[in-house]
Nanobody
């Protein structure tokens, strides 16, 4: 059974940092793209960042470029999202996801995997 389990959410003050982790298990993820998404209260889920399992390619939403960094530890089957200089409007449930390279995050064919999310709250 494939599992993506996020951790590391919590409360941080504006301008502070959180580091999220996503432990992946149940299959080999080589050839997959790992992604981070977030959904704020009352809003649609949005893309935050993605990286290839090999780590040779990363991409970020414009709103987080320069502040967030996605990385992975293949030996631990874990991907990370370092979030710096956080803003109150970035309070959201943060989700880890995996998709085959070349496919779409919106595919519903069962090849994509999603975690259950971890809540990050930015508030003073």
């Amino acid at each position: 059974q494939v599992r993506l389990v996020e951790s590391g959410g919590g409360l941080v003050q504006p301008g502070g940092s959180l580091r999220l982790s996503c432990a992946a298990s149940g299959r080999t993820f080589s050839g997959y793209v790992m992604g981070w998404f977030r959904q704020a209260p009352g809003k649609e889920r949005e893309f935050v960042a993605q990286l290839t399992w090999s780590g040779d390619y990363t991409a970020y939403a414009d709103s987080v470029k320069g502040r967030f960094t996605a990385s992975r530890d293949n030996a631990e089957n874990t991907v990370y999202l370092q979030m710096n200089k956080q803003k109150p409007e970035e309070t959201a449930d943060y989700y880890c996801a995996a998709k085959p390279a070349g496919s779409s995050w919106s595919d519903q064919n069962g090849a994509n995997y999603w975690g259950k999310g971890t809540l990050g709250t930015v508030s003073s």
